[in-house]
């Protein structure tokens, strides 16, 4: 009934999915087999050749892609069987993790993160070392500079710092060391004044160009703040 063609009474071809045996049967394609001489004798990806067979470990039901239910003990993950980050499983448990990740004492593998302290059951991080925070994706990075943080983002900064929404981060226009508490050293046309860089007579500055100019000071043809006193 799965014979598409006939020749002197003999099957010739198959329907999709069937292929012809050895007995000039159509027999249904097992998946990921790739059949030469009525047998199959290799497998497509990602199945395993094993003596005339197509497998995939743990897959416990299979279709033409690959794996679509798994052992209990494993997951599934792009129609294979697996546990999550790991690359060598055996026995059900496993032996090696993919690069960046590491076993702990369960078996399981856990993101490489030498700055965090605290873990809970679910190996996520819940505390980093001082000096350290926990990010969006849940690893340890280093604190940023001015940063008030909200939900593991930097959301607003503190004074003298101000906010670059676009980097979510905090800066001083003309710094070029930062410590905690604002800038240590400023380029060469800013003067350093209570931790933050000012250009001379300026009020607020951005890239080396002065925005606005400080009380009692206008901008002068050049671009640069002098004393109103000048224009009188």
């Not at 605290?118 to 819940?126: G, H, M």
């Not at 300026?202 to 043809?221: A, M």
């Amino acid at each position: 009934m799965y014979c598409t063609k006939y020749q002197q009474g003999v099957c010739v071809s198959c329907c999709e999915n069937y292929y012809l045996d050895s007995d000039r049967a159509c027999k249904p394609v097992l998946p990921g087999c790739v059949y030469q001489n009525y047998q199959c004798v290799s497998c497509t990806a990602p199945f395993q050749y094993y003596q005339g067979q197509c497998l995939i470990d743990g897959c416990l039901k299979y279709n033409k892609n690959g794996c679509v239910a798994c052992d209990s003990r494993l997951k599934l993950f792009n129609c294979v069987c697996g546990l999550p980050n790991c690359k060598t499983i055996a026995n059900y448990q496993c032996k090696e993790c993919f690069s960046g990740y590491q076993l702990d004492q369960k078996g399981e593998c856990i993101i490489v993160d030498p700055y965090c302290t605290v873990r809970n059951s679910a190996n996520q991080c819940l505390q980093c070392k001082d000096g350290y925070r926990l990010n969006k994706n849940g690893i340890c990075s280093t604190l940023k500079f001015g940063c008030n943080y909200v939900d593991g983002r930097c959301t607003s900064c503190r004074a003298p710092f101000t906010y670059v929404p676009s980097a979510e981060s905090c800066e001083i226009d003309g710094c070029l060391e930062y410590f905690l508490g604002g800038c240590s050293k400023c380029a060469s046309d800013y003067s350093l004044l209570y931790n933050t860089c000012k250009l001379p007579n300026c009020l607020i500055s951005k890239n080396g160009k002065c925005l606005e100019c400080d009380p009692d000071y206008i901008f002068r043809s050049d671009g640069k703040c002098v004393s109103k006193d000048e224009f009188c």
